[in-house]
């Protein structure tokens, strides 16, 4: 995806990810983002599915969506032509801006981060990323809010 590219989020699939970022403070919020690719460079996201954040370091600071989530979801997702698109995750107390240490954990280039930043249990506001082709940097992407 580029800069230009457009992504959709339903209003409902970003309140979802606020809300969750709020139940997790003061730790880390995961999961998981479903959706469609436009065939335009475009992505729409349909879906979202939370999980446990498994990261067995301080859960405040990394994430780690649970494999297992990821698999219910694929095999949810299985014929529906929709795919899993991207990930969701916090940051408590910390701008929702990717971190060092998402940049060395951006293994697939292909999904899409939202991340939404929580200052003292409250959600504020949610952007989202993409890797660049390279994996040497993220780069902001527009989102729209979808019905
Ligand atoms: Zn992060």
């Given at each position: 995806?580029?800069?230009?590219s457009?992504?959709?989020?339903p ?14 403070y003061?730790?880390?919020a ?5 959706g ?22 301080d859960?405040?600071e990394t994430?780690?969506?649970d494999?297992?989530?990821r698999f ?11 795919e ?6 916090s ?10 240490q ?12 939202l991340i ?10 949610t952007?989202?990323?993409a890797v660049?082709?390279d ?13």
């Amino acid at each position: 995806m580029n800069k230009s590219s457009a992504l959709v989020v339903p209003r409902a699939v970003l309140a979802a990810v606020e809300r969750a970022a709020e139940a997790a403070y003061p730790e880390e919020a995961c999961g998981l983002l479903a959706g469609r690719r436009d065939g335009s460079g475009g992505l729409v996201v349909t879906g979202f599915r939370g999980s446990a954040n498994v990261a067995t370091t301080d859960r405040r600071e990394t994430f780690e969506v649970d494999p297992a989530a990821r698999f219910a979801l694929m095999r949810e997702l299985e014929g529906t032509g929709a795919e899993i698109v991207g990930h969701y995750h916090s940051h408590p107390d910390h701008p929702p801006e990717p971190s060092a240490q998402d940049l060395e954990h951006a293994y697939e280039p292909e999904l899409v981060w939202l991340i939404t930043t929580v200052a003292e249990g409250k959600a504020g506001s949610t952007r989202a990323f993409a890797v660049a082709a390279d994996g040497s940097c993220f780069i902001a992407l527009e989102i729209a809010l979808g019905p």
